[in-house]
């Protein structure tokens, strides 16, 4: 209990800190999250941030919650899966990018209404901002001079314009697919999810993906 409360103390002294402002996304925070709790092998996936995030059972809903985890890790400037829950307080003025274990909004449920509301949220507009970097087409590939640790990106595994996962970069940004690094969490539980390399990923899944990467920014509260 003594702990509880501890936390919900510093929980609220962010929140204040937050109120009224732009809170800026750390990219390095995001990563670190990411890195720690994605999962590192089939039989033995990450459950830590399970005990504070609620497990979605849409088909490829883990990633997405998973993925506004990493974003509020980023916010927040911490790692700790506890911490980030109980951080996001300050980040539920956004209905639209709301999340509690009672209620979420479909951007913590679902890969292609996350995508939808980080299409729609840019320019300094209430809740989280992202600005778009790069994507591809059929045929075409990453201009990876546009990707950083940190950046999320959507994948659109048929090509068929509906997003069906998303990923975070956590390293490897030299210029190809082969090098670039990211993490993310899988429902399937088919392998590891830390680290991977794009170019194994399209190994694994086929290259007849489209990608599209954005960068958070900021969450504003007004």
């Not at 300050?90 to 990018?97: E, H, I, L």
């Not at 449920?109 to 970097?133: L, R």
Request: net charge neutral; charged share 15%.
């Amino acid at each position: 209990m003594k702990s509880l409360l501890i936390t919900s103390a510093i929980a609220m002294a962010l929140a204040s800190g937050y109120a009224n402002a732009g809170i800026q996304y750390d990219p390095d925070f995001a990563k670190k999250y990411a890195f720690e709790q994605a999962q590192t092998n089939p039989n033995q996936p990450s459950t830590q941030w399970k005990n504070w995030f609620k497990h979605c059972p849409e088909p490829w809903g883990d990633n997405t919650n998973f993925i506004n985890q990493v974003i509020r890790a980023g916010l927040a400037k911490s790692a700790s899966p506890k911490m980030v829950f109980y951080a996001g307080q300050a980040f539920n003025n956004d209905p639209r990018w709301q999340y509690s274990k009672a209620q979420q909004s479909p951007a913590w449920e679902g890969p292609q209404a996350f995508f939808d509301y980080v299409k729609a949220n840019n320019g300094g507009k209430v809740g989280m901002n992202f600005t778009a970097q790069t994507n591809t087409e059929r045929g075409s590939t990453l201009n990876f001079d546009q990707v950083s640790v940190g950046d999320i990106i959507f994948v659109d595994w048929e090509n068929d314009n509906n997003i069906n996962h998303t990923m975070v970069v956590t390293g490897g940004t030299t210029g190809d697919n082969v090098t670039t690094l990211v993490s993310y969490q899988s429902n399937a539980n088919v392998s590891p999810s830390r680290d991977k390399t794009l170019s194994s990923i399209e190994q694994q899944f086929g290259s007849n993906n489209t990608y599209h990467v954005f960068r958070p920014t900021q969450y504003n509260t007004y």
